[in-house]
């Protein structure tokens, strides 16, 4: 999943870069509110953790912004002050959640699960499609109970096709879930994630499917009876 934070405090944005990288997020910040309005014009993102004190545009009018775009993505506003006002004009604007400085890193990252899981529709931290489980609280999957050994990316990778099971991702989505600023991950590098991962869960009663030319898809297998019924 991926999360942008529009926060100006640098030593504070690179303590949730570290936190939320290691929580298995895929991050980029930006430092004042222009730069974070023109972000969310052109990318996508599955949270925005926006500080309301932002220089050359202030959070409100970045989150005003946002919903006048129609975008529904979850936002957690960070404030210095504890202000009723502020929440208010915040919740009316389109906020989803609020956070006062100074908060607790552990605080902020169930938040952040918590607005993934209600942007997404769902009120459970687990993920199933057959056998195949996935705990988003503690970025872990299984096959019939048992734990897979997954490295960081494929955990992403196996995530973003879960959430979409049934239904076909791109390439081009799969490099913008994976990748933060300034990485570079080619076509080629897909299907290599894509090529382990299937050695790793295509034990069990599911694939992934190759749509040549288009992407990818998460489908459960029917038994062989069903088949030839």
């Given at each position: ?73 979850p ?11 502020q ?49 988003a ?11 897979l ?7 992403t ?38 090529h ?20 990818y ?11 030839t019924?």
């Amino acid at each position: 999943m991926r999360v942008l934070i529009a926060e100006d405090d640098q030593v504070l944005a690179d303590g949730l870069l570290r936190s939320l990288r290691h929580a298995g997020y895929v991050v980029d910040q930006v430092g004042n509110g222009r730069d974070a309005d023109a972000a969310l014009s052109t990318q996508e993102f599955d949270v925005l953790i926006l500080d309301l004190g932002l220089p050359r545009l202030d959070g409100f009018e970045v989150l005003r912004r946002l919903r006048e775009r129609r975008s529904s993505m979850p936002v957690l506003i960070l404030t210095a002050a504890d202000h009723v006002e502020q929440r208010v004009k915040g919740l009316d604007l389109g906020a989803d959640d609020f956070m006062s400085k100074p908060f607790d890193l552990a605080e902020l990252l169930a938040r952040v699960r918590a607005l993934t899981r209600r942007g997404l529709g769902s009120a459970s931290a687990v993920i199933e499609h057959g056998p195949l489980s996935f705990d988003a609280s503690g970025r872990v999957a299984y096959m019939d109970g048992r734990m897979l050994d997954l490295s960081a990316r494929e955990i992403t990778l196996l995530e973003v096709l879960l959430r979409r099971a049934g239904r076909l991702v791109s390439k081009d989505q799969l490099i913008d879930k994976l990748c933060e600023w300034g990485d570079e991950v080619s076509s080629n590098a897909i299907e290599v994630y894509i090529h382990r991962l299937r050695k790793k869960i295509e034990q069990g009663p599911v694939r992934i499917a190759t749509v040549r030319g288009l992407g990818y898809c998460l489908e459960k297998i029917a038994p062989a009876a069903s088949r030839t019924a």
